[in-house]
C-alpha cells in the first residue's frame, strides 16, 4: 500500500460486523454483574427486534435516507432504556471490558489493512466510528491485533463508570442511528464531510457515512442496502480490481461493496 491513496487523509473502520465477526453486545453484557432480577440478555435482544421490525414495516414510506435510518431511533432509545432500568450492564469494569475485547473474534486480513495503511500514513489518520457501547472492548480488540488507533479517535457510546472504574448501568450516549454516526466523524474531524476519508462498513446504519467519503466500501453482500439504494436514489456496485478505475468514475453518490471480505479490499488498495 506504499503508493495507495497518497492523498487520502484517513481511513475509517466501523467495528461490529466488519472487523468482528459477530455484533458483540453480548460479549459487553456478559462482562457485568447484574441484580438477581435482571431477565436474561436473550429478553433485551427479542424485545429489540420485535420494536425494530415493526418500524421498519411503518418507514416503508420515509420521504429520504436519514429520516428512514433515522425513524428507528426510538427502538434504540426504548432498548437502551429496557438494559438501563434492568441494570443489566451493573458492576461491569474498564478491565474487564478491554479484556473481553482481546477475546472477540474477528475478520480474516483486516490487521493487514490497519498495519499497511499505518505504515504509510501518520498513526493518527485511523479512526474506529462504531454504535457499540464500550471503547474499552473495541481498545481490546485493537490492543489483541497490534493495531494502534488513539483513543480519540476511537468514537462510539460507552458504559457509564464510576469514581472506581466500574459501571453504573447507564449508557453515555454518543451514536445511536446512521446519520449520527456521520454527525460523530464530523465533529471529530472538524469537517462538512468525509472527503478526503476512505470509509469501510458493512450495515445499513453505516450508509451515510460510506456516501460521505471519498470512497465508502460495504464489506458484505449488499442485500439490505440494494433496496434502499434504489429508493433513495444512490449506486452501489461491486468494487473494481483496480483503484483507478474508482477514481476515473468519481464517487460522488457512490458505494462499492465486496463479496471477498478484507483480502479483496487489500488487494484493491494495493492495485
Request: a negative charge; aromatic letters at 10%; glycine letters at 6%.
Amino acid at each position: 500500500m506504499a503508493d495507495a491513496f497518497s492523498d487520502v487523509r484517513g481511513l475509517i473502520f466501523d467495528y461490529d460486523g466488519t472487523i468482528t465477526v459477530e455484533d458483540t453486545t453480548p460479549v459487553i453484557a456478559a462482562t457485568a454483574r447484574p441484580p438477581p432480577a435482571c431477565p436474561p440478555w436473550n429478553y433485551f435482544v427479542d424485545t429489540y427486534l420485535d420494536d425494530y421490525n415493526k418500524l421498519k414495516q411503518q418507514l416503508a414510506n420515509a420521504t429520504d435516507l436519514n429520516a428512514y435510518l433515522n425513524g428507528f431511533r426510538s427502538a434504540e432509545e426504548t432498548s437502551i432504556r429496557r438494559v438501563e432500568d434492568a441494570q443489566a450492564l451493573l458492576n461491569s469494569t474498564k478491565q474487564n471490558l478491554r479484556d473481553a475485547g482481546m477475546t472477540v473474534p474477528t475478520k480474516p486480513g483486516w490487521t493487514t489493512v490497519a498495519h499497511q495503511w499505518l505504515e504509510t500514513h501518520p498513526a493518527d489518520s485511523l479512526f474506529i466510528s462504531s454504535v457499540n457501547w464500550s471503547s474499552d472492548l473495541i481498545s481490546g480488540t485493537l490492543d489483541a491485533a497490534g493495531v494502534h488507533v488513539d483513543d480519540e479517535n476511537i468514537l462510539c457510546n460507552d458504559l457509564e463508570m464510576d469514581d472506581r472504574g466500574v459501571s453504573t448501568g447507564k449508557l453515555i450516549r454518543r451514536a445511536i442511528t446512521g446519520p449520527d454516526k456521520l454527525e460523530m466523524l464530523k465533529k471529530r474531524l472538524s469537517v462538512q464531510d468525509l472527503s478526503g476519508y476512505v470509509y469501510i462498513g458493512d450495515s445499513t446504519y453505516d450508509l451515510p457515512c460510506l456516501l460521505s467519503a471519498s470512497l465508502g466500501i460495504f464489506i458484505a453482500k449488499p442485500t439490505s442496502a440494494l433496496p434502499l439504494a434504489d429508493k433513495y436514489g444512490f449506486s452501489i456496485s461491486p468494487l473494481p480490481p483496480s483503484k483507478s478505475i474508482t477514481e476515473k468514475n468519481g464517487f460522488q453518490n457512490r458505494i462499492y461493496y465486496v463479496s471477498d471480505g478484507w483480502p479483496q479490499i487489500l488487494s484493491f488498495f494495493n492495485s
